[in-house]
C-alpha cells in the first residue's frame, strides 16, 4: 500500500488529507461517546446540547470532503479512465473497509448481546438511534476512501 | 474487470453448479436463521416457532458453512491462503468490494429497522433479550465470516474445457 499512485488531479498532501480523515471519525466518535455516557450515568438531555451538534457538524465537514475524493487528488470509485493501480489500490482499501466493518459489525452484535443483562450503556430513544444512524449513514460510505487518503503517501518530489 | 474470467488454482475448481447450491443453502439456512430471530421476540406460538425455525435455520448453515470457510477446498482463492497470480488477487479484491458494499446495505438497513422499531408507535419486533440477540449475533458473525467467499463462490464461471489444467 505504500507505492504511490499517479492521480489525475494534484494530490492532497498528506497532513491535509489526515485531518479530514480525523475530522470525519473524531466527530463521530465524539458523538458515540457522549450517547454512551449519557446512557450509562443516566445524564439528562443538557449533556448533548454542545457536543453532539459539534460532533456532527464535524462529521459532516469531513465526510463532505471525502465523498468526493477527486477533491482530495483520490480516485473515484466509479471513474473508467481509473488504471489497473489504482484500480487496485481502491480495491484494497475496500478489502480493509470489509475488515473493519465486520469487526464494528461483530463487536456491536457482540456488545448488545452481552450489554442485555449487564449494567452496559444501551441506546433507547429515538435520538440517540437517530443520531447513531445519521453517523453510519456517513461513516460507511466514505470509509474505503478515508482509508485511501490516511496510507496514500505523498508523491515524491520528481514526481510532483 | 469481470468476475466472468476463470481463475486457476492447485486444486481443481469445484463445478459452478456444486458452489452454487453451497452459497444457496448457506443463504436459505442464514434466511431461517433471520426469520426465527424475528419470531423469537414475538409471544406464545410465535415465538416457540420461532425457536424451531431459528434452530433449524442455524443447523442447516452450519452443515454447509464449512465449506466456504475452507476456501481451498472449493479451488477458490483466500486472502491469506493460496493465489496464483495478480489476475486472481484481483477476483478475491472484487469480492471484498462487493461485499463491503452488502455488508454497508445491510448494516444501515438494520440500523433504521432499530431506529424504526424503537418508536414506541410502531409495532415491529425487537430483540430485546439476550436470548433475542444471541440468534442476532450468530447470524451477523456467519455473516461476515463467509460472504466474500459467497461470491466469489456464486460469479466464478466454469473453467472452459479447452482450459482445464
Redesign the interface.
Known amino acids: 500500500m505504500n507505492a504511490s499512485v499517479p492521480f489525475t488531479a494534484p494530490l492532497a498532501p498528506l497532513g491535509q488529507r489526515r485531518r479530514v480523515v480525523l475530522l470525519t471519525f473524531g466527530g463521530y466518535a465524539l458523538v458515540l461517546l457522549v450517547l454512551a455516557l449519557q446512557s450509562l450515568f443516566k445524564l439528562g438531555d443538557w449533556i448533548l446540547l454542545l457536543p453532539i451538534p459539534l460532533g456532527m457538524v464535524a462529521t459532516f465537514i469531513g465526510g463532505i470532503q471525502l465523498m468526493k475524493p477527486s477533491r482530495l487528488g483520490l480516485p473515484e470509485g466509479r471513474d473508467r479512465t481509473m488504471d489497473e493501480r489504482q484500480w487496485q489500490r481502491l480495491s484494497q482499501a475496500h478489502t480493509v473497509a470489509y475488515r473493519i466493518l465486520g469487526m464494528i459489525f461483530l463487536l456491536s452484535t457482540g456488545y448488545f448481546y452481552a450489554a442485555h443483562g449487564q449494567n452496559l450503556p444501551l441506546p433507547t430513544s429515538s435520538f440517540a438511534w437517530s443520531t447513531i444512524w445519521l453517523g453510519a449513514a456517513i461513516f460507511i460510505p466514505v470509509l474505503p476512501t478515508a482509508i485511501l487518503a490516511w496510507t496514500e503517501p505523498d508523491p515524491a518530489e520528481g514526481d510532483a | 474487470?469481470s468476475l466472468r474470467t476463470a481463475i486457476r488454482t492447485p486444486r481443481p475448481l469445484a463445478p459452478q453448479r456444486k458452489r452454487r447450491r453451497i452459497v444457496a443453502a448457506t443463504g436459505i439456512g442464514w434466511s431461517l436463521m433471520v426469520l426465527g430471530a424475528v419470531l423469537t421476540s414475538g409471544s406464545g406460538e410465535a415465538s416457540v416457532l420461532g425457536h424451531f425455525v431459528n434452530g433449524f435455520g442455524l443447523g442447516m448453515t452450519f452443515a454447509v458453512y464449512l465449506m466456504l470457510m475452507m476456501p481451498w477446498k472449493l479451488g477458490l482463492p483466500s486472502?491469506k491462503g493460496y493465489q496464483a497470480d495478480e489476475r486472481q488477487h484481483?477476483q478475491l479484491?472484487?469480492a471484498?468490494?462487493l461485499?463491503?458494499r452488502v455488508?454497508?446495505v445491510a448494516?444501515?438497513l438494520g440500523?433504521?429497522y432499530?431506529?424504526i422499531g424503537?418508536?414506541e408507535g410502531t409495532r415491529l419486533p425487537l430483540?430485546?433479550?439476550?436470548e433475542q440477540?444471541?440468534p442476532?449475533?450468530w447470524a451477523?458473525?456467519l455473516l461476515?465470516g463467509a460472504l466474500?467467499t459467497a461470491i466469489l463462490a456464486w460469479t466464478e464461471p466454469d473453467f472452459d474445457d479447452g482450459g482445464q489444467a
Open positions: 474487470m486472502l484481483l479484491l472484487q471484498y468490494t461485499a463491503y455488508i454497508g448494516v444501515l440500523a433504521m432499530l431506529l424503537s418508536d430483540p430485546h433479550t439476550r440477540w444471541y442476532v449475533f451477523a458473525i461476515v466474500p
